[in-house]
């Protein structure tokens, strides 16, 4: 049953790895949000996305604890700059997109 257990936390936390870098990528591109980015945030954030896909693609069977890992680094990185951005608009927009600080729960 141990197994079975830390089979799906490594499954659940890769699939939450994979779906944030998928959801930064994304909101880099949002219509509304990408003339937001200034030239440095936005290549930070593209080059952390490549990073973070290129050890996703290398790494298929690392541990929950590393894809966990992984995720924070990512969010290091992602969250600061959302929080400028939002912070320039004004705050007007309700829940950020791309922020899934409220999957915790999962």
Do not use: C
């Amino acid at each position: 049953i141990f197994e079975d257990e830390a089979l799906k936390k490594k499954i659940e936390s890769k699939n939450q790895y994979e779906n944030y870098i998928y959801s930064v990528r994304n909101t880099l591109g949002d219509e509304k949000l990408k003339d937001k980015f200034s030239s440095e945030d936005k290549s930070a954030v593209e080059e952390a996305t490549k990073t973070h896909q290129a050890f996703l693609d290398a790494n298929p069977d690392a541990e929950a604890e590393t894809y966990d890992a992984k995720t924070k680094e990512l969010e290091a990185v992602f969250q600061p700059i959302m929080t400028k951005i939002y912070q320039s608009m004004g705050g007007e927009a309700g829940g950020m997109p791309g922020m899934p600080g409220g999957m915790g729960g999962m």
